[in-house]
């Protein structure tokens, strides 16, 4: 299994919804990351769990709030988003966080806060 | 703070022809990662390199690591229809994160 899966495919939230984004990679992986990825532009880096544990955050806002349950998975807690959070949220994972990091990314949530 | 810059940032091309496009960077890199992106999905690895003068092919897909380790060199041979998409550079900084280019966006012209 060499692959990054997310779900949901798409969602559309109001401003005041609660809902979560997921990653899940069987791959032994032990780095796992969230990014954000605006139309026409490269992804941007949020957050970075290494084995379980948050490593980095990008000084992201409050309302977006990671999890890493188990090393195979990965959520992304939403709540009181702004309609310029809409964008492509990817989840990607690597071996580690470290050299030789390739990272493999999911197919992405496509993200509308109305 | 670091920054790729990637050329260019689109190219028209006719079926069968040969597409180049590159990377640069004022700062060294240690490992250059090339990606394709096609549109609502997420960034596929195309090629990885991880020595300075290494040249790597994955079927019609050539990557160059520049010997000054500060640029990286994508050709695609005799392009096909699915080659088109998003391309991007990207490589890790010494905190082990991806720094990415703006992305070459490959169009089939008709």
């Known amino acids: 299994d060499t692959e990054v899966t997310q779900t949901p495919k798409h969602l559309v939230m109001g401003m005041t919804n609660k809902k979560s984004l997921k990653c899940e990679q069987h791959m032994g992986h032990r780095a796992m990351y969230w990014y954000k990825q605006k139309a026409k532009k490269p992804p941007e880096l949020m957050f970075v769990?290494?084995?379980?544990?948050?490593?980095i955050n990008e000084s992201v806002p409050s309302r977006f709030s990671p999890e890493c349950p188990n090393s195979s998975l990965l959520n992304l807690h939403l709540h009181a988003l702004q309609p310029e959070d809409s964008a492509l949220y990817l989840c990607?994972?690597?071996?580690?966080?470290?050299?030789?990091?390739?990272?493999?990314f999911g197919p992405g949530t496509r993200l509308t806060v109305l | 703070g670091q920054q790729l810059n990637q050329s260019p940032q689109s190219m028209f091309i006719q079926e069968g022809e040969d597409v180049s496009m590159n990377c640069t960077s004022s700062s060294i890199f240690n490992t250059w990662l090339w990606y394709k992106q096609d549109p609502g999905e997420g960034p596929v690895l195309l090629i990885a390199?991880?020595?300075a003068g290494e040249l790597t092919s994955n079927g019609r897909l050539t990557a160059q690591f520049g010997i000054t380790r500060k640029d990286s060199f994508l050709n695609i041979s005799a392009s096909i229809p699915s080659d088109v998409g998003i391309y991007f550079c990207a490589a890790l900084d010494s905190n082990y994160q991806l720094i990415w280019g703006a992305g070459t966006k490959l169009i089939i012209k008709p």
């Open positions: 390199l991880y020595k």
């Open positions: 990607a994972s690597s071996l580690w966080q470290g050299v030789h990091n390739e990272q493999f």
């Open positions: 769990y290494s084995y379980e544990k948050l490593s």
